[in-house]
């Protein structure tokens, strides 16, 4: 009997999976012109996209389902999707006055809440979880600006003992044991020249003297300033009394063994030449869930765009977007380009759809992100993963996950998460360990913008708030030393 309603059960699964199609379409006004920011919804599910610049969308649905289509200052609209994959509507303006209310939270599939609410129940404020606003949105929702996005960093690496403290949470030790990160045990490497000036690029490797070891247990290179944060405990291979500390630097090679209770490493170098670039990579998560916050992050993003210093010879741009499995595209991806006219375009032509689920693809867009040209000699290398979930919990996905932050930290790539809206406590400790792993920071999206969904409250004893892009570029003048 328990084969049969497992059979039942697989045989249900497979024929609703069967049933689902990828539904596109364009959102119009009476005069044919495409509407920017429509909410679209799955009604009865937590599935929801939004449309682009083009009036444009796309997201996964069965034929018997219903699309729900609202804007404010047009009349809802609810089409059945039948066998057709394409759907476009025309939408109808609404001449009674709803005081500007401003509804997000259509993507709220984090909370696995169900969006078949009343319109009248969302301008009432009953529905919970779902943001509205009366009066008018200050901010203007379809005319987004730059500087409303707010944000708070916490930088577990110049706040060590904290985050000691932090990571002995029983909670906390489950996440880092699901994931396999060892980060309680830092040794920080400085290599200078002659005059007291940090060596930048330098190659530092930390080898155990346990049987003595051939493979490093970490390798990473030396920032603007000549420093690099190394971990004894990052490959968990148990405790060694001594260490040996190489450093590789052109045709240099120098080293030192150290008792396992050292905490700081000093070298000094003849004076080498060094660059003035800087690579930039954005990797980001463009599901439903992100469309709450997604049009405000472009437009800061093309701000900070922008905004990044003219000291700097050469910037270049690089752009990752992903959403999952079965969605319209796992990975998009851009190479690095010095036009950052080209970037901005790029940008602009991305929207968040698709998902359905809590996890997403991220270790997928990590993996594409880390093939690209980056510089190895630019004097920073920076990669802001904008993201609302974690990477779906498998042994391969983990394997994958520490192969490319050991590509991180070998070229000297520093990962800076950007947490939006409606992420948990795996989100948020996985996403510092990403940036402990690779000398990065760790920044979170608050809820003082009153913009996007409810946001995580980060597990700190203080931080300030910020505007996101000078937050933003705050972080790469610091890194980049400009």
């Known amino acids: 009997m328990k084969n049969q309603v497992l059979l039942f059960l697989l045989v249900f699964s497979l024929q609703v999976t069967a049933q689902e199609n990828l539904v596109s379409g364009v959102v119009t006004d009476a005069t044919n012109t495409p509407i920017l920011g429509v909410n679209v919804i799955v009604k009865g599910t937590s599935k929801g996209t939004q449309t682009n610049f083009d009036g444009q969308y796309s997201i996964v649905a069965q034929k018997d389902q219903i699309l729900v289509f609202s804007f404010i200052g047009f009349k809802t609209l609810e089409v059945k999707i039948g066998d057709s994959k394409t759907v476009n509507v025309q939408l109808e303006e609404s001449h009674e006055v709803l005081e500007e209310v401003v509804v997000m939270g259509y993507g709220t599939k984090k909370s696995e ?128 009394d001594y260490y040996y500390v190489q450093v590789i630097h052109k045709d240099k090679i120098f080293g030192k063994k150290i008792k396992s209770n050292v905490k700081e490493v000093d070298f000094s170098t003849e004076d080498l030449s060094s660059y003035n670039n800087l690579d930039i990579m954005f990797t980001i998560d463009a599901t439903g869930s992100m469309g709450d916050e997604m049009e405000y992050l472009k437009e800061e993003l093309r701000d900070i765009i922008g905004r990044i210093d003219n000291t700097v010879v050469e910037k270049r741009i690089a752009m990752t977007f992903y959403r999952d499995h079965g969605d319209e595209y796992v990975v998009k991806d851009f190479d690095f380009t010095s036009n950052l006219n080209e970037a901005q375009t790029i940008l602009d032509n991305q929207y968040a759809g698709g998902g359905g689920d809590y996890e997403e693809a991220v270790e997928k867009a990590m993996k594409i992100a880390m093939s690209k040209s980056w510089n190895a000699n630019a004097r920073a290398r920076l990669l802001f993963l904008l993201l609302d979930a974690p990477p779906h919990l498998t042994e391969e996905n983990v394997e994958t996950i520490h192969q490319q932050i050991k590509i991180a930290q070998k070229d000297g790539i520093k990962i800076i998460p950007i947490v939006a809206s409606g992420a948990d ?58």
């Open 113 to 240: 809440r169900a969006l078949s609410y009343a319109i009248s129940d969302v301008v009432e404020g009953k529905v919970a979880g779902v943001s509205v606003t009366k009066g008018g949105d200050p901010k203007g929702y379809g005319n987004y600006r730059s500087g409303t996005l707010t944000a708070g960093e916490i930088n577990d690496i110049e706040n060590f003992g904290e985050w000691q403290d932090i990571i002995r949470d029983k909670e906390f030790q489950i996440i880092k044991e699901n994931w396999g990160f060892h980060l309680e045990n830092k040794l920080i490497i400085t290599v200078k020249d002659k005059n007291g000036d940090g060596i930048n690029n330098a190659r530092v490797s930390l080898y155990s003297a346990n049987q003595h070891a051939t493979k490093p247990e970490m390798t990473t290179k030396t920032d603007v300033f000549g420093k690099s944060v190394l971990f004894k405990d990052v490959e968990c291979n148990g405790k060694s």
């Open 425 to 482: 406590k795996t989100v948020e400790m996985l996403m510092r360990f990403f940036s402990i792993s690779t000398n990065g920071t760790y920044v979170f999206l608050t809820d003082d913008s009153g913009v996007g969904n409810p946001h995580l409250k980060p597990t700190t004893s203080k931080y300030e708030v910020e505007k996101l892009n000078d937050l933003i570029v705050r972080l790469i003048k610091k890194y980049a030393n400009v």
